[in-house]
């Protein structure tokens, strides 16, 4: 069965520093992984997506993700954040027919 | 391309009432999901929309249904409201080919508040 878990529910940085928010995930197959980002009272917003075409795959407001098949990881990281990209983020692996499965969400403060 | 939209924004309501959700996807795409989120499950599929049939289904109460247009534009239902109905629901839509790589893009949500 496919899920996902992300390891951390609250993960604080410093405005400048590296983040970096941890998923591991479980699929009978080759999955299809994405990263969400969802602000106070917002909708969800793609970031990135891993599709088997490159394991590093970069995304929006310069994050990016490497998938490793080996860990069943697949981490997003941003060498320095912002205090704009303080949210909950979601990773999600889709299930054959397109069902979305969520992890339970890492909400990233950032300090000043 | 205009996005996902949503309405209401916000809503209101009694237990023991029902709401309808309103949902207009993205021009050209003819699946619309929808999910509950709530601070203790997180986000959950309740259904997927394609063509103007139910293509899957969540694990939901018969309390919650849906319907599609011929647009594609989509309302979601729950009668009987409940407290704990209480949530933000996100619609999302996608082309609808169900490829796993395929992207759903999400509207802003309808926050519904029961008392």
């Known amino acids: 069965a496919q899920s996902v878990t992300q390891l951390d529910s609250h993960v604080s940085v410093s405005e400048g520093t590296p983040v970096l928010l941890r998923c591991n995930y479980s699929?009978?197959?080759?999955?299809?992984l994405f990263w969400y980002v969802q602000h106070p009272n917002k909708g969800l917003q793609l970031l990135l997506k891993?599709?088997?075409?490159?394991?590093l795959v970069k995304g929006i407001n310069g994050f990016e993700a490497e998938f490793k098949k080996s860990e069943t990881s697949f981490h997003l990281t941003k060498p320095s954040a912002h205090m704009s990209d303080a949210a909950e983020y979601f990773c999600?692996?889709?299930?054959?027919?397109?069902?979305?499965?969520f992890g339970q969400g890492t909400e990233l403060s950032v300090k000043p | 391309k205009a996005g996902v939209t949503q309405t209401p924004r916000y809503l209101i309501k009694t237990r023991g009432q029902q709401v309808t959700l309103s949902c207009s996807p993205i021009?050209?795409?003819?699946?619309v999901s929808w999910y509950q989120q709530t601070p203790g499950q997180g986000l959950q599929f309740l259904f997927e929309?394609?063509?103007?049939?139910?293509?899957n289904k969540g694990n939901f109460p018969g309390r919650f249904s849906g319907r599609q247009f011929s647009n594609s534009r989509s309302e979601m239902n729950v009668s009987t409201l409940e407290l704990g109905d209480s949530a933000l629901y996100l619609c999302?839509?996608?082309?609808?080919?169900?490829?796993?790589?395929?992207?759903?893009?999400f509207g802003p949500g309808t926050r519904l508040l029961v008392l």
């Open positions: 929309y394609f063509s103007e049939t139910q293509r």
């Open positions: 699929s009978s197959y080759s999955p299809s």
């Open positions: 021009s050209g795409h003819r699946s």
């Open positions: 999600v692996v889709t299930l054959q027919g397109g069902k979305l499965i």
């Open positions: 891993y599709t088997s075409a490159a394991t």
């Open positions: 999302a839509s996608s082309l609808g080919a169900q490829a796993p790589q395929e992207t759903q893009y």
